[in-house]
């Protein structure tokens, strides 16, 4: 079917074409676009690439397939951006800069430069039934699953187990029908599962702030709110590298060309904890820059999570970083406003709030179609105008995620880092975490967790003591409690990125707490004695120096 | 290619910069017109919206006296291109690219659209060269690297004029074997402050160009400078491998104009009126900064913009801030107190600054220092606020050494007055402060 362009604002081209679907694909002009609206006369197309260059009169041509991303082996270490376009094999076409190419050339979006290999689990002449794992390839550490999502009522006639290319046919039965290596998917509609489910085991980050005080389970979701400069890009970055996941999808969004090169270099370098192989073997990363065109950064976070939701049903624990969600949004309201949708709070359109919610929702634990269960956790960072955190979008997201993770200007400001702050800052995992913490780490994590909070806590209000009466003028317990705080704050809660100290295993993270926290209670037991706190340190600081002695001679008798 | 010319009277409407065409027979989104006026001025304009065969055009220059009746518009049939060559350099230019230094137009056979295209994020190289300024507060704390986008958000009255001509005074690389070259836009300025940019540049050591958009000039041209210097930049960055330092001041000029061209488009308005792209239109001119694989030149970029009512909240710093890698902060308080150059160094940031300094850039020792800078000076920060109220009696003798670090650095490593620092006597100044209060 073709027709042709009869208005162009901004990202949205206007066609005469009648028979569309609703967020079918379709090329206006050799550019991709998107089907977003419907009338009686033709239908409104919102296109991926720089429209500049368009006339009234082109065509526009229907391609009968909803927007998908293609999914299987050779995905890991890509870069892709907002439509699954492999950026290195474009910058083989373009250059460095990245210029508008024809929808019909083809794209090799995986990499085959090792040899992918099927292992059948069946053999010719079998019949199989739905759901059921046929056979499994190899792609460095993961398996990809081959299942049929359907009954096939059939014989197996042929399987072919080399030299697997994008449009191979595994398994092919004697009724014609066939299973591929490859499979399409729509990136809008979520991935079907058995069902979710409600575990309870947390995603170990090796971020204290996290694991010890905002804990996330895997299967979650959080949200990272932060003005610019508080370290949202550092902390999710973080988080990438040391997360306790099979694999990585990252979304850059909106955000730094810079830092995607920043990130694809460490990421290169560092190991996997689990695996010792580079960290990029566990990832995918989905780029779409801030200067690259807006309607394939709205594509973008949808492609990464079609993604995700894949290797979740291979079987993996997936985590999805999106930095940052708040372009996302920008990028629905320049397109809602050149559909000259009408406006709700700033400018966004009204189904932000339905459609973040939508997304959030495609998280979570699951039992998949071929038996096997993985989890799909996202943290998704915000940023949001001014710092202001009564936007639409913070808003919008607090409703539906589970961990809140505030960052603070006035603490970023300082260079306490990660600056997240520890009042306003919430999980709703916690409760429900515990139990697992205090099995697998320490007994005492609840404990201590709630004894640190209480500390943190009093600080704040004898803080305010202290600017009015002065340090000078307050009780010895007061003043050890303000000294304990500040330690927790400069030894425990900050952690710096870029030294040894950035990861943090639940292990070390308890001991640095307990540590803190003993002395805290030893000095306070001296001070109900009737020591002041000068002396109590002083006699603290004496017993130090007499076990470390004791140790010395120990070491020498030996 | 259209074979024969399309000129057309058919104007239906003119609002501010804004002119409506009816029944084009052809056009395209970004195809550039020429309008003729009823007395014969030849004025540029661009096809922003088409709608069945009615184009929006925005104009380029004054669209005063055009009439309905008599004005005439030529379609293009091209984007905007400008061309570019070496010869650029020592030649001052106006928003439109029109040479206002007496000489001829220079000819080249190169010509380029003025929007760029977006660097593929898999070709950049990661920027890593430190890049010294001559001030301590950058060089020493938030230090600029090759390839960086690094904003000064300044306050109305404050000295960024100075600022940026120290900074062009000593500008150099460390490793200075390469072409190195300045592109100074100014957006929106007065003549005063231009024959005082002038004499900075023609002072400096290095090859300049500038594009100049006075205060009086048309708006639209405002859009259009700093298109043309960054496509300039990129020109002699990656395809004449030069190294490269953008300046453009004031980006809040700029923004005003963003902002007076889309209410005339009667666009939906986003925070205080500016529109609901802005992000995305400063991104992708922030965004051309950078380096590229195998390419041995750099586009560096210092914006200067003015906060409005000294906020930082505002959406140009914010949105600025939120694309930038990194920002350096002009503070009133530190101007009151005679400090120059004001810099705040606590809101400050160099995002890039941990790749551009250490062992073989600077000095091994760098990071430490810095650090160790911040963290006192930011204590003894804290203790003003307490000494406010309990006074300097009240506080400790410890606290009132935080107290004095704090002023000390203010006056002996953030003042420096006009006078350039090397990278290592800035770090061996801050070595003499640190050890005389000996903090740690």
Redesign the interface.
Known sequence: MKGSIVKICGPTVHTDLQGLRLYERVTVKKLTGEVVRLHSKGAVIQVYEDTRGLGIGDEVESLDIPLSVTLGPGMLSSIYDGLQRPLETLQEKTGPFIKTVDVTEVFEIFKFDKPFEFIPNKNIGDTITKGEILGKIKEGNFYHYIYSSKDIDSKIKSIITENITQDTSLITFENGETIKAYQSWPVRIPRPFKKKISTYEPLITGQRNIDFLFSLAKGGTAIIPGGFGTGKTILEQSIAKFADVDIVIYVGCGERGNEMAELLEEFRELKDQKTNKPLLERTVLVVNTSNMPVAAREASIFTAVTIAEYYRDNGYDVLLLADSISRWAEALREISTSLEEMPGEEGYPTYLVSRLAAYTERAGVTDCINGLSGSLTMILSVSPPGGDFTEPVTQALLRNTGVFLMLDTGLAHRRHFPAINWFQSYSLYQENLDDFFCEHFSNNWKTIRNRCREILKKEETLREVAEIVGISGMQDSDRLLLQTAEKIRTKFLAQNAYSEDAYSHPNETIKIIENILNEHEKILEKLTQGLSLNEAFKEKRANDLKTEKAGENKDETK | MRLSEHKYNSISAITGQLVFVEN?I??????MAVIISPDKRYIEAEIL?????TALLQVYGSTQGLDIKHTKVILQDS?KEIPLSREMLGRKFNGSFNPIDDLPMFFSGNWRQI?????????????SEFIETGVSAIDGMNTLVK??KLPIFSCAGLPSKELVTLILRNVRLSKNEKEFAVIFTALGITHNEYSYYIKALEKMQADYMAIINFADDPVMERLLAPRIALSAAEYLA?EENMDVLTIITDMSNYCEALREISTARE?????RGYP??M??DL??LY??A?R??N?EGSLTLLPVLTMPEDDI???IP??T???T???IVLSREMHSNDIFPPIDV??C?SR?M?KGIGEGQTRKEHRQIS?RL??HY?QGREHR??EA??GRD???EKDRLYLDFAFTFEKEFINQGMNSRGIDQTLDLALELMNRFNLD
């Open positions: 084009l052809e056009a395209k989104i970004g195809e919206e088409i709608n069945n065969n984007l929007t760029g295209y977006p660097i593929n994020p898999s070709a950049r190289a990661n920027p390839g960086q990656f666009e939906l308005q986003g925070r609901g792209y992000y995305s991104a992708f965004e051309r950078g590229i694989q390419i909240t505002h959406p914010d949105l801030g939120y694309i890698e990194g920002q606590l809101p940031l890039l941990q650090n911040y963290r930011a606020k307490l109220i309990v009240g506080m400790s």
